[in-house]
């Protein structure tokens, strides 16, 4: 579906331009249907790339060394430590990635499902498809994608990047990206947290 975009003030001129057009079918004025598309074309405002793409940008420091970040970003264990919850991860291309939140709840509904690695760098960069949460029912089936980068300060440092894209345009889209923009950043400050308690 495609979507046009107007301005407050040819909004306002359009709806002056209803009760014209309605004036002049009922005079037989067979001009009146191109006039009013014309004048529409001429309002409106294009789109600009922003506001088709949108990427969730996160970062943090971590206690830890490149290789202990990797190893918690790229195996089972580390996961379950990251997100506390169960996860399914095969390091392969399109391998099967899957974070269960609820993992007593039904197939559909436990939270990240048929999510795939999409490729990696060891110790520099981890890439995978992700699902939106499940009380989202019209972008569910939809993957996002999600790109983390492993950048070492030192031996025993690491900052992370965190990008998150993929968002469609429209209300729930909307509401997925806003729900991300919080979970995010507090997940990888829960992350930063554990390793330096460790």
């Known amino acids: 579906m495609r979507y046009l975009y107007f301005s407050r003030r040819s909004l306002r001129y359009l709806s002056g331009l209803t009760a014209v057009l309605l004036f002049a079918l009922s005079s037989g004025c067979g001009t009146a249907k191109n006039t009013l598309a014309e004048t529409a074309a001429t309002e409106r405002v294009p789109s600009t790339p922003q506001q088709h793409w949108r990427v969730l940008e996160s970062m943090i420091d971590v206690e830890a060394s490149p290789g202990e970040v990797w190893n918690d970003w790229s195996t089972v264990e580390g996961q379950q430590e990251i997100f506390a919850a169960r996860v399914i991860l095969n390091l392969q291309p399109m391998g099967l990635h899957e974070v269960w939140f609820l993992p007593d709840a039904p197939a559909g509904q ?5 999510g795939r690695i999409v490729g990696w760098q060891r110790q520099k960069m981890l890439a995978f498809t992700w699902t939106m949460p499940p009380y989202m029912p019209m972008i569910r089936p939809h993957q996002t994608f999600v790109q983390v980068f492993f950048e070492p300060l030192d031996n025993e440092r690491t900052r ?23 979970v995010w950043p507090a997940v990888l400050a829960g992350y930063s947290e554990k390793k330096t308690g460790s």
Request: aromatic share 24%; no cysteine.
């Open 160 to 182: 992370i990047f965190l990008y998150h894209t993929g968002f469609g345009t429209g209300q729930e889209w909307n509401e997925g990206y806003d729900y991300f923009a919080k």
């Open 110 to 114: 436990r939270g990240h499902e048929n």
